[in-house]
């Protein structure tokens, strides 16, 4: 019973977050008079990169933008290898359609090869040249990926180093790529340099801050945003890091108009709404499995209670029921002995000596002899729950997992798993202690 509770509370789970991502997703693109945002962001390997990519996420909310969803509802995909990384980018660009404006945000580990850019998954490591298409994906592909779908404008955002590690023996060199029509690409960094972190604050990368910073403020189109941030990152840096982008967008494309921000206010405001919806229903079948437990568990306790008062209760007692108790007695042993050598006549003369039909109290005290082999069995194996202790302990340790998965970014929802590991611990305490 329990095991179907849990399974029910778990399809429920995911379900609410389908809903979650389902109307994200439609608020994204139905607002009228505007082009639908859609963005793709992160955060791969190092702290200051997922940081980075969290910072990222609510800005571009807040102007508008859906942020395609992981599979467990958060905003920012985190330590993808190279696979995971193609993956989530064909599934990003099945969602543009010619009235898109796409943007793709990658923070992480890259270099620069041979004129091209690349990014690696979190399973590259010390790798040499000869496995960067294994390990490693590059920014034609993304490019690539993207245009195929002839949104009506593509923006790619790269943190990352775009230097020539140890390993990579061909060395990089500065080159302007060929893009394809509509289409902007920015990177944090020169080749041959480093995407540092913000001096101000030390666990987000100096570029993706202070793009954000002069985002939310800027209602200039977007090259002129990044010429801003390009003098806002050099001065940071003294000089050490220099942002480097190029364009091929022939209209004039501003992030955060008055209505943009207005979109994206109500889009998060939705998304609060669900998400509280969400944890309601959570909580509330949480609650009836709980009192669905604690009732079973009563109903085991009374059970027990009642096969030990029965075995203990007093009784009056007479020379008279002495006879008869002896009586039957010989009346049972009588009736095993006739159906032994399947004498009738036995068998009818100790149940007269019973005092009962021979079929009727054969049956019963069959049902007595089952109902005692079931009490002892259940009392050897610490009761019919017995079996549901390891449960408990499982379903505590995935809340707890959960509670992980969640932190900083959903304070409510990381609440209430830690709230259902804390339950289940109780309940695996009280189980085992029976």
Known sequence: MFARLCFVFAVAFLASISLYAAADTATGTTAVGRESRVALVIGNGAYTAIQSAQTIQMALEQVGFVVIPTWYGGGVHQDLTADDLRAVLQAFAEKLTPDTVALFYFAGEGAVVAGEDYMFGVDAGSRGAEDLARYAVSLTQVIGTVAER????NIFLLDTDRN???GLKRIGYEARMMLP????????????????ADPEQPDKRLFSNHLVKLLGDSEQPIEQLLKQVTLSVQSASRGAQEPRWASTLKDSLVLA???????GAAMIAAKEEVHKAKMKKMEEEFKEAQRQLEQQNSERQLARQRAEDNESAPSSFSFGDFLRGIGKVVGAVGMAAGVRYNDPGMIQQ????????ANEIARTQAAQNARQQAARQAQNSGGAGGRDCAQFARNRDIARRNAAVAGSSFTSERDMQLRVAQANENAYQACISQ
Do not use: F, M, Q, S
């Open 181 to 196: 029509p509509a289409t902007l690409v920015a990177a944090a960094t020169a080749v041959g340099g480093l995407a540092g």
């Open 164 to 166: 020539n590690p140890d």
């Open 150 to 153: 002839k949104a009506r404008a």
């Open 350 to 357: 100790g149940a007269a000596l019973i005092g009962g039909d």
């Open 257 to 263: 108009r008055p209505e943009d921000k207005a979109a």
